[in-house]
């Protein structure tokens, strides 16, 4: 198992800024693929960012990209989703997971681990 606990969600106004994060435990996170994903009210998940396991490579959904930042700190067994100019429609709650064999990172079913959310809410 991979605890994955997220924190940093809550109510900001348009052309807003918030980071989340997302801690676990365990010597082997520096090995784990990790993405972001969101959930808004009465829709499907949805890919939002992902990053390697090696800290460089990086993915990003259109809708966000430009945005967003992913970044991870394997010292800190934490990765991060600094999200920027935010937009009423970013409005979700908001899961990161993580996966050590995952490569389709954009693909949620790659992901083994997922976390219980954090809640996102962007006012107009």
């Known amino acids: 198992q991979v605890p994955l606990v997220e924190s940093g969600g809550g109510l900001v106004q348009a052309g807003g800024s918030l980071r989340l994060s997302c801690a676990t435990s365990?010597?082997?996170?520096?090995?784990?693929?990790m993405g972001w994903f969101r959930q808004a009210p009465g829709k499907e998940r949805e890919f939002a960012a992902a990053?390697?396991?090696?800290?460089?490579?990086?993915y990003y959904a259109d809708s966000v990209k430009g945005r967003f930042t992913v970044s991870r700190d394997n010292a800190k067994n934490t990765v991060y989703l600094q999200m920027n100019s935010l937009k009423p429609e970013d409005t979700a709650v908001y899961y990161c997971?993580?996966?050590?064999?995952?490569?389709?990172?954009?693909?949620?079913?790659?992901?083994?681990?997922w976390g219980q959310g954090t809640e996102v809410t962007v006012s107009s």
């Open positions: 997971a993580a996966d050590l064999k995952a490569s389709r990172l954009r693909v949620g079913k790659e992901y083994e681990y």
């Open positions: 365990g010597r082997t996170f520096r090995s784990y693929a």
């Open positions: 990053i390697e396991w090696n800290g460089v490579t990086t």
